[in-house]
């Protein structure tokens, strides 16, 4: 029996049901079942997998007998039952059948779908063989006879009422005698490569051949990478399942081998338009006919690989709370700064009265599985919160368990402050500040630790005096295109300022620098970091209509935006952006 026939026969049982129930399975109408014949099968199995001892009902039915099944660890040819029973460690269940009395490792069942006995194989287990025999108990029959012929069967003649199966057991490291190895070269801008996977099949398997974004950069769906031209040697049968990588779902392709050793060969063409990202292959390898969920695979990765072209910037956004205490999230998608449709961060933001990112909301690198806040996550939009108490709390952002972590205390007595803002990292240490301005118009800096377990920030330093003139602060990102965070004041005539950064601590701004008058139409200001695509940041500002209006950033200290562009009407739902 084949491979995948041997996995049918194990795992499904729907032609022993529909024998069991007097039909046999046919190109046409059901029929009358004929004469009984029973048949055994071998199968491979893995450490944690459930095997089952019961024959496949090829024709015929049990109805009116039994079928008893006897199981040991030798060949079922001692009708005196060596080896009877399983070895230690493995755990039997009858399912339905009954354990014969005084009997060792023998199951007497009735036939029916679910009456299957089975066995649970440790999942620490080393390499071993199950042996199983099965014999039809008529009605008339004798327990001691059917047992006897059960257990050597494998001795006897070939009969439809009698045979018996093997489960092979493969440990863990059997499995990782299979070896796979890569060699993948870059795939040039608008050109092709040839990749291969060469792999040392200690046993006969299935090689599952996915080609997949590698983890930590920012990446950006567009012209799908073209999969083909595969070669193979002898041993070796493939399909292509995709054609087009990478594809988080669908393998690229798929091969059955025999033992031996195999290369495998393959073709990727970029296609114009490319953006460039880093790929990677990664392979599973199947020895089994029954595995242990996804765990009993041999996985094995590749070096990361380049396919060149066009620059992946990160998408940046914009945290809105709705009137209800809702906070949102919207990101940019694509080059005119459209904010893409909202998506729900969580509920019971009300009870702040300040609220601010640390740096402009960013896209999360890409990762297979989630991260904890982390050196990657830093500078995405940590969010810090006052709430009515003068209590500040720290929301860090994490990557694929929900957009924050539980919030961490800061610490109280913040409610001395009217103002407090994201500054970004304004002394370039690699973490993300803020500001405070108290009630007597002093402006403040917290410097970011970076720490996820002590202080968040250190002792404040002042900036200086004279900030209460303003009364709106933005800041968080580069505007000027020098590398360092700047800040936008705009005063109470309405007037906008520009302090550019310097870079550090002590000091952390130049002096202001007009941008412009008629700002006083805005009650809401935010600098969002990069939405057109361009590496510069833009600015958005809300109307007192609730028109939402984009600033797209220049990247000049003289004239840092263009003319505004409006993104959309009804942004009065939230009363507050940043």
């Known amino acids: 029996m084949s491979k995948r026939m041997r996995r049918a026969a194990a795992m499904s049982g729907v032609v022993g049901l529909l024998a069991v129930a007097g039909v046999t399975v046919g190109s046409g109408a059901a029929v009358a079942a004929d004469e009984l014949k029973l048949s055994g099968y071998d199968v491979v199995a893995a450490p944690g997998s459930v095997p089952r001892f019961f024959p496949i009902v090829e024709s ?8 008893v099944v006897t199981v040991g660890t030798q060949p079922m040819t001692d009708p005196a039952g060596a080896g009877a029973g ?5 755990v039997s269940h009858a399912n339905g059948c009954t354990l014969a009395a005084g009997y060792t490792g023998v199951f007497v069942c009735d036939g029916a779908a679910a009456s299957k006995p089975d066995a ?43 045979g018996t199966g093997k489960v092979i057991v493969k440990s863990r490291a059997h499995a990782l005698l299979n070896k796979v190895a890569f060699d993948t070269p870059a795939v040039p801008n608008g050109g092709t490569v040839r990749q291969q996977v060469r ?31 595969v070669t193979t040697g002898m041993g070796t049968v493939c ?37 460039a990202q880093r790929l990677q292959a990664a392979t599973r390898y199947d020895i089994y006919d029954l595995g242990y969920w996804d765990e009993s695979d041999v996985k094995s990765a590749g070096t990361p690989f380049d396919v060149q072209g066009s ?26 700064g459209v904010l893409a449709f909202p998506g729900l961060i969580g509920s019971g933001w009300q009870t702040y009265t300040a609220l ?6 960013s896209q999360s690198p890409y990762f297979l599985g989630p991260v904890k806040p982390s050196a990657v996550t830093r500078g995405l939009g940590d969010v810090v919160a006052r709430d009515a108490s003068g209590t500040l709390w720290y929301y860090d952002r994490q990557i694929g368990n929900g957009r924050y972590a539980p919030r961490v205390k800061v610490g109280g007595g913040w409610n001395v402050y009217d103002r407090i803002d994201g500054a970004g990292d304004l002394d370039r240490d690699g973490y993300v500040d803020l500001l405070a301005r108290d009630k007597a118009g002093v402006l403040w800096l917290y410097k970011g630790t970076g720490s996820f377990t002590g202080a968040r920030f250190k002792a404040r330093v002042r900036v200086g005096g004279g900030w209460g003139a303003y009364d709106r602060l933005a800041g968080g990102a580069d505007l000027t295109g020098d590398g360092r965070a700047d800040l936008l004041a705009r005063d ?31 009650d809401q200001l935010v600098v969002t970091g990069d939405l057109t695509d361009d590496g510069k940041a833009d600015a958005v500002a809300r109307d007192r209509t609730g028109v939402l209006w984009l600033y797209k950033g220049t990247g000049k200290t003289t004239g840092p935006f263009t003319g505004r562009t409006r993104i959309g009407g009804g942004w009065n739902a939230y009363n507050h952006l940043f």
């Open 239 to 275: 399909e292509v399942r995709s054609a087009d990588v990478p594809d988080a779902t669908v393998p690229a392709l798929v091969c059955e081998l025999e033992a031996g050793d195999h290369v495998i060969g393959y073709e990727l063409r970029s296609e114009p338009g490319q953006y």
């Open 356 to 361: 601010t990112s640390l740096s402009p909301a």
């Open 492 to 522: 109470r005539a309405g007037v906008l300022w520009l302090y550019r950064g310097t870079g550090d601590g002590t000091h952390p701004y130049t002096a202001r620098t007009q941008i412009g008058g008629g700002w006083q139409g805005y």
């Open 60 to 67: 015929g039915t049990v109805l009116g007998g039994k079928v």
């Open 199 to 229: 792999v040392h099949a200690n046993d006969a398997g299935r090689l599952t051949l996915h080609l997949r974004y590698a983890e930590n950069q920012y990446i950006r769906p567009g012209v799908p990478i073209r999969f083909g031209s």
């Open 120 to 162: 649970t194989v440790p999942k620490d287990t080393t390499d071993a063989t199950l042996y199983w025999g099965f014999a039809y108990m008529p009605a008339d029959g004798t327990l001691a006879t059917a047992v006897k012929e059960a257990r050597s069967a494998g001795s006897l003649p070939t009969a439809g009422n009698r």
């Open 311 to 336: 620059p992946v910037r990160p998408f940046h956004g914009l945290m809105v709370r709705d009137t209800v205490g809702r906070l949102w999230t919207y990101s940019s998608a694509g080059s005119e």
């Open 86 to 90: 399983l070895p230690q460690g493995y």
